[in-house]
């Protein structure tokens, strides 16, 4: 039996005997779970175009990239360039795996987390190891490697052409329904890695987080063994981008390093990053709607869409250094706004 | 015996293109400090103004050049250093993002008005034809890029060694605060030296371009070619840049001549990766540019 009950600044619903309020004046909404019931409306009112279920897809699969990012750049206190190595893995694992033995998407999962915490595990000494700029160069060199050795290795990775006949995510005949249920995998995988991610942050782990971003030397001298974190935080993060790139693998099909892992592909991580408001894990969200649509909207103007589209997102920077998500956020300084420098003192 | 001559005979151009590549950028990196992700556009401006000039206004070799030369300083000071760089020079994360943003927005810029079949082409040949190393055979242009190189990189020294300006350019890079309080304008500094790091890249594209691709994007694999430099050489000491070059001109023909060529390009990046990791001050460990 469900009621309705008007109260003075409150809609009461009563589910037979349970209680749930919802506070009218706005400063108490919950703006996540409204946020999140927008999101999840958006696949059903476009469910008659592929071409926007592609482009929502796209953009919560970079907010599944964005978000695990922002948590490692607080964690690790470094600036991470190459994201997109993860992807790569994940997703060549995903491809490899389903190419040549037809495995479904549920069985390259586990393999693809299981690649991805390898090299997540090797490579997190590098937050110990390398410092401020370095730490950025290596990262930014490391897919760099990983694209000339998909190049060198054609055989097996076929580095220009890419692999293709990837088992799809789901197939329940119609190509329509696909499309949308893709769509709402994607937004579950969002929704997920949200959660995960937002109540690590709140959580004495984020605060952990939060001390080695703001200084390693005083974390170190307060009794945190910051180099156990740095590394937990940066293979935990790496695994999530690498399931990110076996959803990217599963989605669309084909897989081709030279889509993701070269540097344009980086640029649009980190705008989704800076856009989004720098750190800031909804923010990623934000980011990432943003720049998918900014980019569909300007295919509708012709050729010239390429250089505006860096140029609309390069003035933005400059006049929101705060991101979309930093307008809203001010009202909320008390929060932990984490802060990404390069190179520190 | 051939094969190490050959071998020498590569390492030694190659280091010298390398080095051409890569004189600008470790000069930005030892002065400013900064990683200047918008140093590819130069090479791009380089040709594409020049062939602008030659082609659109119909002048001559030597005006196109000069105007060439007025359009990247007017960038790199106009756009590089006032909007960017003097703004954001302690914001890092808005720095490098802006500054691959304008490089991109250039390349793109450039792509629509000459896309690859406009067919750029420079006449800036100066000796044409090959020589004959044993088998190996090299085109005449490539001897020219040496000697440019070594020309460039000559008087770069000693314009640092022994002129005021060098001294000045030297102080900031040793100590930006100390060289405020000695009444030094740091922001002059940057501004010269941003100016002086068109140089090397412009001349050695412009050499190359006879027998190179060109193509919009040309950019980006010179600026990883100059990151890579830089980074073995011990980030902005030119020194270091100057024997990081030929160390990766050896590499890079010992590869290509002893293993395969298609492997070049990874063992430079992964020589660079493990520079960093287990020595990241590079060759020359020094504060100073030289």
């Not at chain 2, 909007?83 to 914001?91: A, L, P």
């Not at chain 2, 000491?237 to 001109?249: D, K, Q």
């Amino acid at each position: 039996m469900v009621r309705f009950e008007h109260k003075r600044a409150e809609l009461v619903i009563w589910l037979g005997d349970l209680k749930l309020g919802w506070s009218i004046e706005p400063r108490y909404w919950r703006n996540p779970l409204l946020g999140m019931a927008l999101l999840a409306m958006l696949p059903l009112a476009f469910s008659g175009r592929p071409d926007f279920l592609t482009l929502i897809t796209t953009a919560n699969a970079f907010a599944c990239i964005a978000m695990p990012l922002a948590w490692q750049m607080t964690g690790t206190g470094r600036l991470n360039f190459g994201p997109q190595l993860f992807v790569g893995i994940g997703g060549y694992t995903a491809a490899l795996i389903s190419v040549h033995w037809g495995w479904g998407p549920w069985a390259t999962l586990p393999m693809a987390v299981l690649v991805g915490l390898f090299f997540a595990a090797l490579f997190s000494p590098l937050t110990t190891l390398a410092k401020g700029l370095y730490f950025s160069l290596i990262t930014l060199v490391l897919p760099l490697i990983f694209l000339e050795l998909t190049y060198y290795f054609t055989g097996i990775f076929k580095g220009e052409t890419g692999l293709f006949g990837i088992a799809p995510l789901v197939n329940l005949g119609r190509i329509k329904t696909n499309y949308i249920v893709s769509a709402y995998m994607s937004l579950v995988l969002l929704m997920v890695f949200l959660f995960v991610v937002f109540r690590i942050m709140q959580s004495r782990y984020g605060l952990y987080a939060a001390a080695i971003n703001d200084d390693e030397e005083i974390a170190e001298v307060m009794g945190l063994n910051i180099n156990v974190w740095k590394v937990i935080c940066f293979t935990i993060t790496s695994v999530m981008i690498a399931v990110t790139g076996w959803f990217m693998a599963h989605y669309f099909g084909t897989f081709a390093g030279v889509t993701f892992l070269p540097l344009p592909f980086m640029l649009k991580i980190l705008l989704v990053v800076m856009i989004g408001g720098r750190g800031g894990i909804y923010g990623a969200i934000y980011g990432a709607y943003f720049v998918v649509i900014l980019e569909k909207l300007l295919t509708v103007i012709g050729p010239t869409s390429h250089f505006l589209f860096p140029l609309i997102l390069l003035i933005l920077l400059f006049v929101l250094p705060e991101g979309i998500y930093g307008m809203i956020r001010r009202h909320r300084y008390r929060e932990y706004y984490p802060t990404i420098r390069v190179r520190r003192r | 015996m051939e094969t190490i001559e050959f071998i020498l005979v590569y390492a030694l151009i190659l280091g010298s293109l390398y080095l051409l590549m890569s004189l600008g950028f470790s000069l930005v990196c030892g002065v400013l400090r900064i990683f200047h992700l918008g140093y590819g556009v130069i090479f791009v401006l380089a040709v594409y103004g020049v062939w602008m000039f030659m082609n659109d206004l119909g002048t001559g070799m030597l005006p196109a050049l000069i105007g060439m030369f007025v359009i990247q300083i007017l960038f790199t000071l106009g756009v590089v250093y006032y909007i960017i760089v003097k703004r954001y020079v302690e914001q890092e994360e808005i720095l490098l993002t802006s500054l691959l943003l304008v490089a991109l927005v250039i390349e793109e810029l450039i792509n629509h008005l000459y896309p690859v079949t406009a067919g750029v082409n420079i006449p800036t040949t100066i000796l044409s034809g090959v020589t004959k190393v044993g088998a190996a055979t090299i085109p005449n242009q490539m001897f020219v890029v040496a000697a440019l190189a070594a020309m460039i990189t000559s008087a770069f020294v000693l314009f640092l060694l022994k002129t005021r300006w060098g001294y000045i350019i030297r102080a900031v890079s040793q100590s930006t605060r100390s060289a405020r309080l000695m009444g030094v304008k740091v922001e002059r500094v940057y501004a010269v030296a941003l100016v002086l790091s068109i140089i090397p890249p412009t001349v050695c594209i412009l050499v190359i371009s006879p027998i190179w691709s060109i193509e919009p994007y040309l950019g980006t694999p010179f600026l990883e070619t100059a990151i890579l430099v830089s980074i073995l050489g011990g980030l902005g000491n030119l020194r270091g840049t100057v024997i990081a070059s030929f160390i990766v001109g050896l590499v890079a023909s010992s590869v290509a001549f002893l293993i395969n060529p298609r492997l070049v390009g990874l063992a430079i990046l992964v020589m660079v990766f493990f520079v960093l990791v287990f020595r990241p001050e590079g060759i020359a460990r020094s504060e100073s540019l030289w």
